[in-house]
């Protein structure tokens, strides 16, 4: 991008932030041109005073009173002046900068909201958080200034006008003054642009690559990759340094010329205008409201520099928040409901899907689980099991082939209708940092439009097996869980994210190995009390210990994506030998781990623990 398509493109961003909040750009334009018009009137005002009051009291050696009341009254109605310019056009840049960069991320957010798993999986968490934050303040930073900006050039204007007035030697200085400070804040800018666009990238990978570390900081200090860790950081943020001082560097040679220009400017008028004044065409207090103007004027023509100088920033910034913005991918919803009430039916048919183009993960999958069954699926690793769990949840769309819920194409139903009637707990249990029932009720309504009560919350707890341990917390329900739910155990949380799902009581739950950190009577006793008191769900349960299996209606047996016999566990443990076999195995691993269970202290928070493992076949 060349610096002339930076300016442009740069300000088209700003008129696209003007269009936004017209209203408050108005109003710090007005304040920012009465401030410019203003400083005019300073130095003439200054002016005034000196020809009027100081020249003839040193030639009289008497003030008259008269005059230096109304100098004074002018010089205060001008700085009067300037102040309303001044808050008006402050408060306008700050509300407009400050509204648009809240705009923008509300923006970002919603739009990873809306962007399928395939687009997350693509993006680093650390370069979307760079996009929610400094992306976006970079791109509206330079619409501070802006009004500031466009009140100096129309000041600018002014006092070349008001300079002809006066002299027009004078005003020719100012013709050569200005010209020359506008074109040098633009190219300025034209140098700056592909420097900020660097700098702006990498402070993206910077804020990727701490972001991992420190998701990643248990198994970086468990491998003892602290200074391969450490290196790989410090290279990136090194580049960021050198980016930025580049950036610095060109600071450093233009800002001093773009404060200098307008002291050139006062030393050619004192020249010109000493000359003018010598010569009887100007008076002595032209030549000193000429002086004072240059001087008054440098602060403000810097603005169009801040503007122009961050421009390439807020492009830069721009292009990275827009490419959120206008990423696609994200799944079209239909208008439909499940019908009826009670469990609903899933159903896949012939369906194919691959993650990767040409790597097909599922091949002509089909399968029914009918309403208020459960249905185990089970496969060795890697057969596509959660593929399946997270199509039957509609996070993906088949590549071909359909998924109904309830009878209703899965794509025909509208978001929060399917939100309502599919819940997936998945493998990996997220809390918030909030309390017990803010994690639990996630602040959802009823379908009568109630919020979810403390009793629900506490039968979904209850079915989750979880409730006698809330109860020992301090607060019970209202408990701090602390960021991510560190205060947790595996098993405690995966519990409480089970809970989540029950609390809205989904017409099909999906559980992707949801309870795998439990101990397994524990997790026998959760399917047990799911199927006993959910009652209104269909269960589709990813599963890997014989006591869960054993437990569902039917079992779905995978192996690389296909589904290769469906019935129930006996008939599958009778006649599929792959089956069988797996089976067996996960039962010997069972037997350890329970031998290992069996070792400690019986886990007291089952809600019926007598009766957990008579369910197991
Ligand atoms: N996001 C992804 N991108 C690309 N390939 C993927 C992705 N997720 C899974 N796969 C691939 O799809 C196949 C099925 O994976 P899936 O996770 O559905 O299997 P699984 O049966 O649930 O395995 P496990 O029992 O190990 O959890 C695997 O070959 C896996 O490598």
Do not use: C
């Not at 580049?246 to 800002?255: E, K, P, Q, Y």
């Amino acid at each position: 991008m060349t610096g002339r398509d930076v300016i442009g493109r740069g300000l088209r961003v700003l008129w696209a932030g003007v269009q936004h909040e017209p209203k408050i750009f108005t109003i710090a334009t007005i304040g920012s041109v009465l401030f410019g018009l203003l400083t005019i009137g300073t130095a003439y005002a200054l002016g005034y005073v000196v020809g009027h009051v100081v020249e003839p009291a040193f030639a009289t050696e008497r003030y008259e009173w008269g005059t230096l009341l109304l100098a004074a009254g002018l010089v205060l109605a001008v700085s009067a002046g300037k102040v309303i310019g001044i808050f008006g056009r402050r408060l306008g840049s700050g509300f407009m900068q400050f509204r648009l960069q809240a705009l923008y991320r509300r923006k970002v957010t919603r739009r990873y909201l809306e962007l399928p798993p395939a687009w997350h999986a693509r993006h680093s968490t650390g370069s979307l958080l760079s996009n929610a934050n400094s992306d976006v303040e970079a791109t509206w930073w330079p619409i501070a200034p802006l009004p500031f900006a466009i009140g100096s050039i129309v000041m600018m204007v002014a006092a070349v006008v008001v300079l002809f007035f006066t002299d027009w030697v004078l005003a020719l200085v100012g013709l050569a003054v200005f010209p020359a400070l506008f074109s040098l804040n633009v190219v300025y800018s034209r140098r700056m642009a592909p420097r900020q666009a660097k700098a702006q990238s990498l402070r993206a990978s910077v804020s990727g690559i701490a972001h991992e570390s420190f998701d990643g900081a248990l198994v970086v200090k468990t491998m003892g990759r602290e200074q391969a860790e450490t290196e790989r950081f410090a290279a990136k943020a090194a580049e960021l340094r050198d980016a930025l001082i580049r950036v610095g560097r060109l600071r450093g040679v233009f800002d001093p010329s773009l404060e200098s220009l307008p002291s050139v400017g006062t030393l050619a008028v004192l020249v010109a205008g000493a000359w003018r004044v010598q010569s009887g065409a100007i008076s002595l207090q032209d030549l000193i409201s000429v002086t004072l103007l240059f001087t008054v004027m440098a602060f403000p023509v810097r603005s169009i520099g801040w503007v122009l100088g961050e421009l390439p920033r807020s492009v830069a910034g721009w292009d990275r928040v827009q490419r959120v913005l206008t990423a696609t991918g994200e799944m079209a919803y239909g208008e439909s409901g499940v019908p009826g009430d009670g469990p609903a039916e899933i159903a896949f048919d012939r369906v194919d899907f691959s993650y990767v183009d040409g790597e097909r993960v599922l091949h002509d999958v089909t399968f029914k689980v009918k309403p208020g069954k459960t249905v185990a699926l089970v496969g060795p690793t890697g057969s596509g099991k959660s593929t399946v769990a997270t199509l039957a949840s509609r996070l993906l769309d088949p590549d071909s082939g359909e998924i109904k819920l309830g009878g209703v194409p899965a794509t025909d139903l509208a978001a929060a209708d399917l939100a309502a009637a599919v819940a997936l707990v998945p493998q990996l249990s997220f809390a918030f940092d909030d309390t017990v029932r803010a994690n639990v009720t996630l602040d959802r309504l009823r379908p009568d439009g109630t919020p979810i009560s403390d009793d629900e919350t506490w039968a979904a707890l209850a079915t989750a097996q979880v409730k006698p341990f809330v109860e020992r917390l301090p607060d019970g329900l209202d408990t701090e869980l602390g960021e991510r739910g560190t205060t947790l155990s595996g098993g405690q949380r995966q519990r409480l994210v089970l809970a989540r799902a029950l609390a809205g009581q989904p017409r099909v739950l999906i559980l992707d190995d949801a309870t795998s950190a439990v101990d397994p009577r524990v997790e026998a006793a959760i399917l047990r009390s799911l199927r006993s008191t959910s009652g209104g769900a269909t269960i589709l349960v990813v599963a890997y210990r014989r006591a869960t299996i054993a437990l569902a209606d039917e079992v779905i047996y995978l192996e690389q994506g296909r589904v290769v016999a469906h019935g129930t566990h006996t008939q599958l443990l009778e006649s599929v030998p792959g089956y069988a076999g797996l089976v067996t195995a996960y039962e010997k691993a069972e037997a350890e781990r329970d031998r290992s269970y069996d070792a400690e202290e019986p886990e007291d928070d089952l809600e019926e623990p007598d009766t957990a493992m008579e369910i197991v076949r």
